[in-house]
């Protein structure tokens, strides 16, 4: 499936990948990434969206995303289809862009009312604290809401091409789990018991069950365990929905036409983290599409950055005495070796780095985006980072 | 300024920062540089693996501490485990046991917002108050995240109103409150987006969450240098210095200057940027040429770290 050519994988993802996500740790140019293919698939002919979830102020004014909306919102074709990027084809007619961002609270909201038997049901359920707790702040809600938003999208099929950004977590595969998590949480025992109609509930939960959740109630102070169970009964008939929700959308990230591209940078620790991510993948049999490395430092020459620092050296040597003039200039020429050697050793180190990365992430082809002279906020700086993927 | 006395001005330090700018670099950073000012320290990691460990040559840090380097000891910190040993202290052994198996802390966890983090928070206080080391350092969670860490002990007191779990989170509250006990450092690149996110989080932290700031720390900083941008230039300079450069030569050279004045004439109007925008003192740390940190690399950057904080005055009182 995967092209062995980096541009020609990317390509591919843009023009037939239906669902694209892309993934990887904090702080490595995911949401750039994101946009670019779906300006890119744009181009391409294709109806694309691109979901973010928490971009940078500008680059979300430059998407038009200045609030939170739960709706796409299609971007001016004049702003992202210019003649900025004169290689894209578009072989299959004009394409459109859209945006979204990401409102976990109410993507949430959205499905309890949908899911509700009735609406006082909902609204029961909108107004517990408990459940403001779940929708807010509960761990892996935001990336399963990422995976239901995307679930919807999918359903409705108004979008031929939907690029995902995943939430800023320093574990990059928590939103892999997030559908799990909830199943979990319902699946919970206490849950379970919990759960039960009143009557049943006190036949069933033993006195252990009871002494036991007395002293919950003890540590963090009953109104808590209240609103737990007025939750628990407001959500009554509604948790196999739920359920059964949580798995249609992991089964929508094994689908053959979800394509994973791993983001990272030339460190490390990206590296370690894209690595891992792979793994998880590779188990639960899904791969990578593509790998991006974003900023890399461009590779200034072959030479050995030890070499270099010896000329340094003796440059220094020159400068220490003879005519003022040539002091000075061997002075100087010392700094740009200095400085030669320093960007060399970050390239090695980098190059050190990346090497063996293809295979570590089972033979996904790699894509190098070099270091840029500007932050990547506006459509012109997309385009840039866009011929790069796709021009090699 | 002296090292000892800034690292002595509050027992807990707390290093914030976006994904990326080297929070972990300079938190190990600082531990040196108070563990040569003879001050015992204590890193405590509270979220997943962060490369710690590995920047002093160790293998990933677990619950207990181990010794990173002389004078550096080093936990990994999590709320289960802090939330039973938190009921073991408390003669709650048996619940504690259940509550872990039973996966009941997810739940008690989602019905008190900030709970995990309260048992974080309650852990470090503990910390601080058994002077178990002279300094405590934690490695925050990301940017937005760890404002969120820290105001979630006032959450906390305004959504549970009775409890041992309420008199944690006054407590910590208090410490956080407290520029004697706790300040936060704040960590970021000289870039636009990192720094606009530093800039909103400092507001957060001082205005909602009350937590004192010590100066910004600026990572990754090129030294200031002026240097020969042309091959042409390159050559005129061999010709002065009466030594040869190959064209090629002359070309890396002359490229490699250039990419560094672009990025520095970058860095330095997004330096300026922030001062305007933020009116902490800030110490700029150099961009180390390597692509993952070694402990030369943390020491030379406890250096750096040392100088700059030589070029602040000391605050009366």
Excluded at chain 1, 98 to 113: I, R, Y
Excluded at chain 1, 311 to 325: C, K, M
Excluded at chain 2, 158 to 185: S, T, W, Y
């Amino acid at each position: 499936m995967t092209a062995d050519a980096p541009v020609e994988a990317l390509e591919q993802i843009v023009r037939s990948g239906h669902v694209v996500i892309c993934a990887g740790s904090g702080g490595v140019g995911k949401t750039t990434t994101a946009a670019v293919l779906a300006v890119e698939g744009a181009r391409r002919g294709r109806n694309a969206l691109v979901v973010t979830i928490d971009p940078a102020k500008r680059l979300a004014n430059a998407l038009g995303l200045d609030t939170l909306s739960d709706t796409p919102h299609e971007i001016d074709r004049a702003l992202w289809g210019a003649a900025s990027a004169p290689r894209a084809p578009s072989d299959g007619g004009p394409g459109r862009l859209s945006a979204l961002m990401l409102d976990t609270e109410s993507t949430f909201d959205h499905l309890v009312t949908r899911y509700a038997e009735t609406p006082e049901q909902a609204q029961r359920i909108l107004e517990n604290r408990f459940y403001r707790n779940v929708a807010g702040a509960l761990s892996g809600t935001q990336e399963y809401m990422a995976m239901e938003k995307l679930h919807e999208l999918h359903e409705e099929g108004a979008y031929d091409l939907i690029v995902v950004d995943t939430p800023p977590t320093r574990h990059a595969l928590d939103f892999l789990d997030a559908p799990n998590r909830i199943t979990r949480l319902l699946d919970n025992r206490i849950f379970r018991l919990l759960m039960m109609p009143t009557r049943a509930y006190m036949k069933a939960v033993s006195a252990g069950v009871q002494r036991f959740l007395r002293i919950v109630a003890r540590v963090v102070g009953s109104e808590v365990i209240d609103d737990v169970v007025a939750f628990l009964r407001a959500f009554e008939g509604m948790e196999d929905g739920f359920r059964e929700r949580a798995a249609v959308v992991l089964a929508l990230l094994s689908d053959p036409h979800t394509r994973f591209v791993l983001v990272t940078s030339p460190r490390r620790d990206a590296i370690d983290e894209a690595h891992y991510f792979a793994e998880r993948l590779t188990e639960t049999d899904r791969g990578v599409a593509a790998v991006v490395v974003n900023r890399v430092h461009p590779p200034f020459g072959v030479e050995q950055p030890e070499g270099l620092r010896a000329r340094a050296e003796t440059l220094d040597a020159l400068s220490a005495s003879g005519p003022a003039g040539r002091r000075r200039a061997a002075a100087r020429l010392a700094a740009a070796y200095r400085n030669l050697a320093d960007l060399r050793s970050i390239a090695r180190a980098e190059r050190d780095h990346l090497e063996g990365v293809r295979e570590r992430i089972g033979g996904a082809p790699v894509a190098f985006v070099p270091y840029l002279d500007r932050d990547v906020h506006d459509f012109d700086s997309l385009a840039e980072v866009g011929r790069v993927l796709f021009s090699g | 300024m002296d090292a000892r006395a800034f690292c002595s001005a509050s027992r807990v330090v707390v290093v914030a920062g976006k994904g990326g700018v080297g929070k972990t670099t300079v938190t190990a950073a600082l531990a040196v540089m108070a563990a040569r000012a003879g001050l015992s320290v204590l890193v405590v990691e509270v979220e997943g693996k962060s490369g710690l460990a590995s920047a002093f040559g160790k293998p990933e840090l677990g619950y207990h501490e181990i010794e990173l380097h002389p004078g550096i000891t080093a936990r990994f910190l999590t709320p289960d485990e802090a939330l039973v040993e938190y009921l073991e202290d408390h003669g709650l052994s048996r619940i504690s046991r259940r509550l872990a198996r039973t996966g009941a802390l997810e739940v008690v966890a989602t019905a008190v917002p900030g709970m995990k983090d309260i048992l974080l928070l309650g852990k470090v206080k503990q910390l601080e108050q058994d002077g178990t080391a002279d300094l405590v350092i934690i490695d925050a969670p990301a940017a937005g995240h760890a404002v969120s860490f820290l105001l979630s002990p006032q959450g906390l007191l305004d959504a549970v109103h009775a409890g041992p779990i309420r008199k944690q989170a006054a407590e910590v509250v208090e410490m956080l409150h407290d520029p004697a006990r706790c300040r936060v450092l704040l960590v970021t690149v000289p870039e636009e987006t990192p720094v606009n996110e530093l800039v909103e989080t400092a507001y957060a932290i001082e205005d909602r969450a009350g937590v004192s700031l010590g100066p910004v720390l600026v990572n990754g900083c090129y030294p200031e240098t002026d240097l020969p941008t042309s091959p042409a230039e390159i050559q005129e300079l061999a010709a002065a210095a009466d030594v040869f450069v190959s064209d090629r030569e002359a070309d890396d050279l002359a490229a490699a200057a250039a990419f560094r004045s672009r990025r520095g004439a970058i860095q330095a109007a997004q330096i300026e940027r922030l001062a305007d925008r933020l009116p902490l003192p800030q110490i700029r740390l150099p961009f180390v040429f390597a692509a993952g940190l070694r402990t030369a690399d943390v020491e030379l950057l406890a250096d750096a770290l040392e100088a700059g904080v030589g070029t602040l005055t000391p605050v009366p009182g």
